[in-house]
Each structure stands twice: as structure tokens, then as C-alpha cells.
């Protein structure tokens, strides 16, 4: 073969085992849901199959606002819904789904050898998310174009996640597609919740993002490199990633601490991000129902691209120039009991573009159930 027709056939196979790849993922995610929600329905197994405690379907509610740090500008407003499947492996071996849907689950990213008996300290999950991020100017009463502060910016976006875990190490994927601009309903969403709570409406909104559909993948690993035994201990569980995509592009590393009761064995995160997966409320053991602990979180990122201050890609907005690097530093409180988690935090986020007269601090809640 010679070598300029090897150039050309090697991008257009990489290409074609890429798009391969994340139609199996949309896929077998769909599938997922889908299945587990018909399995669940079905009154012949809600008679004789009794909730699995180590591999519950988990949802979770996200809410991150900066009233909770006396403000209203910059990241002002995040939202985020997320259902977690039980452990994959129970429809990869199970004779209660079609024989195209385990196909694609054994060749999903993460799996081990089909052939090989399951690990009782594995588990394989998918993740379905959706939710919207709010971005405004520190002056939301002018009605003229800020120009050295940042653009108003909504982003709405659903997510598609398939992580693997044992007790050490979790590793987590991402698909993530939205839209920002009008279509993201941002702009409706805060007038509605500035009047509920009587609070001066933002009137610049006129000036957002144009209309932009967005897609990125995120990689987040984790490790649990101090492992507490039951009763009073610690924990330290760092982190690394990387998002590429046309609304963020970045690397990131970080980590977290955790001092308390029975802490979980799992990998915290208290903060909404691509990439971020909190852990279900029944993880292994269920011996201990009761867990409660105080943390604190550090996330560095070297930021490429970010279009809420960049803005749109093809179209022209307003737009700032950012920072290259930025830091969210949190701190909180988790509480387990049963099967419910409630996580509370108090986040600082270093300036993010220039001129940004200081750091923004916004709180974070939020509240997990399995079932």
C-alpha cells in the first residue's frame, strides 16, 4: 500500500470505529433505561424480586445557586438530575433481554472479559443527566451591553455516563449534548424564580449567546488512596480528567478529603461538573446506615475553551477574555442513612476571565435516593 493512500484510509477507519463506538453507547444506554424501567414494572418481578441492596437504581436531585453566598451574578444557577442504573452485569447475563443489547454492552468501554466470572467488588454503571447552567453580569439591572463583563449564558444539556468501580479506583465517561442561547431557557427560568422570590428582575438577556447546539466528552478517574475503617476516620480520594467539546474544553485535577463516621466507600463529589458522578447511597455494605462527615474539595482546571465566556463558536456574541486557569475550592457536610444521601457545601471559585473584580462563591445541596 502506498503511503499517501494510508494517510487516507486511517483517519476514515479511526472516524468510523468513533461513531461506532457512541452509537453503542446512545444505545445501550437507552436500552438500560428502558429495560430497567419495564423490569421494574413488571408486577411478576415486583412479587419475587426484592430490591438488591448493593445494586439499586439511584436518582439524584443537584442544586447550586449563589444566593447561598449573598450574590446573583457570574455562575449563578445550576440544575442537574441524575438516574443511576444498577450494575450492568445483571442484564449483560440476564436471559430477560434481547441478545443485541448484551452484544453491545460486552463491547462498551470498561467491561472485562465476557467470558470471565463476575467480580462481586465491581459494579458497571450508566448514568442519564439533565440540567441547565445560569450565567449573568454582576450588574443584572442594566439593560445596555456590559462589555468587560461577562455575557449572560444558559446552557441546557443531558448527559449519557458509563462508569466502572471497585473499591479503589472509579472510572467514569461522559457524552454530553446541549444548546446555549434562547433555546436553553435560561432567561425565563431566572425571571420566574427573581419573581417568585420578589428579587429585581435581569434585564440584559437580550445580549445572550446565540442559538448553539453543543457536544463534549468527559474522562474523570478516581482513586481512594486512604481507606477508613468503621467508626471515627479519614479519607483522601484525588482526581483526574479531561473534557473536550465545543462548550468546555479543559484539564482538571484535584481532590478531596473526608473526615468522619462510617465513612462510605465511595468516591464523594459534592460539586456539579462533566465528568462528575456522585455515588449512590447503598454501596457493598449496607451494615453501617448511618454515615456522617465534613469535607473539603479542590478542583484545578486549565481551561482551553468555555463558552459562556468565549461565546458562540460560529456566530458573533459577547464575549470576554478568561482565565486559563481557575480553581473551585468547596467545603461541607455529608449525611447517609439508608438509602438516602444529603450532601451540603460551600463553594469558592477563583476569577475566571479578566477584569473580574473577585472570586464567586455559591452554595451547593444535594440529595440522592436509592430504591
Known amino acids: 500500500m502506498s503511503e499517501p493512500a494510508r494517510l487516507v484510509r486511517c483517519p476514515v477507519s479511526q472516524v468510523a470505529r468513533m461513531v461506532s463506538y457512541l ?20 408486577p411478576a418481578h415486583a412479587e419475587t424480586e426484592p430490591v438488591d441492596a448493593d445494586k439499586p437504581w439511584t436518582f439524584t436531585l443537584f442544586f447550586e445557586n449563589d444566593l447561598f453566598g449573598d450574590t446573583d451574578q457570574n455562575y449563578t444557577s445550576g440544575i442537574k438530575l441524575s ?35 463476575p467480580d462481586p467488588l465491581v459494579q458497571r454503571n450508566v448514568v442519564l443527566s439533565i440540567g441547565q447552567s445560569i450565567f ?33 479506583v472509579l472510572d467514569t465517561l461522559e457524552l454530553q449534548l446541549g444548546v ?19 428579587l429585581d428582575k435581569p434585564n440584559g438577556w437580550e445580549h445572550q449567546l446565540e442559538n448553539e447546539p453543543t457536544i463534549g466528552i468527559a474522562y474523570e478517574r478516581k482513586w481512594r488512596t486512604v481507606k477508613a475503617e468503621p467508626g471515627l476516620g479519614w479519607d483522601f480520594i484525588p482526581h483526574v480528567g479531561a473534557v473536550i467539546g465545543n462548550a468546555y474544553t479543559y484539564g482538571n485535577v484535584g481532590g478531596e478529603i473526608r473526615v468522619g463516621w462510617n465513612l462510605p466507600p465511595d468516591f464523594g463529589d459534592p460539586l456539579i461538573r462533566p465528568g462528575g458522578v456522585t455515588s449512590p447511597p447503598l454501596v457493598f455494605d449496607r451494615s453501617q446506615k448511618l454515615r456522617l462527615y ?14 459562556t465566556l468565549d461565546g458562540n463558536t460560529f456566530a458573533d456574541s459577547h464575549s470576554v477574555d478568561k482565565r486559563h486557569l481557575v480553581a473551585d475550592l468547596a467545603v461541607g457536610a455529608s449525611l447517609v442513612f439508608d438509602r438516602f444521601k444529603l450532601t451540603i457545601a460551600q463553594a469558592l471559585r477563583t476569577r475566571e476571565f479578566e477584569g473580574e473584580k473577585d472570586d464567586h462563591r455559591f452554595g451547593s445541596i444535594s440529595l440522592a435516593y436509592s430504591f
Do not use: C
Open 294 to 307: 465534613l469535607f473539603g474539595f479542590v478542583d484545578a482546571r486549565a481551561v482551553a475553551r468555555d463558552i
Open 23 to 42: 452509537r453503542d453507547i446512545t444505545l445501550s444506554g437507552i436500552a438500560v433505561v428502558l429495560t430497567g424501567w419495564l423490569f421494574a414494572a413488571s
Open 136 to 168: 449573568t453580569p454582576q450588574d443584572i439591572d442594566a439593560f445596555d451591553l456590559i462589555e468587560d463583563d461577562r455575557p449572560y449564558a444558559g446552557w441546557l444539556y443531558a448527559g449519557l455516563a458509563f462508569r466502572k468501580r471497585d473499591l479503589d
Open 180 to 198: 446555549v442561547g434562547p433555546a436553553s431557557l435560561s432567561e425565563p427560568a431566572q425571571v420566574f424564580v427573581h419573581e417568585f422570590r420578589n
Open 83 to 117: 438516574w443511576m442504573s444498577p450494575d450492568l452485569l445483571r442484564y449483560r447475563d440476564s436471559g430477560d433481554v434481547p441478545e443485541w443489547f448484551r452484544r453491545r454492552l460486552r463491547r462498551l468501554l470498561f467491561f472485562d472479559d465476557p467470558k470471565a466470572p
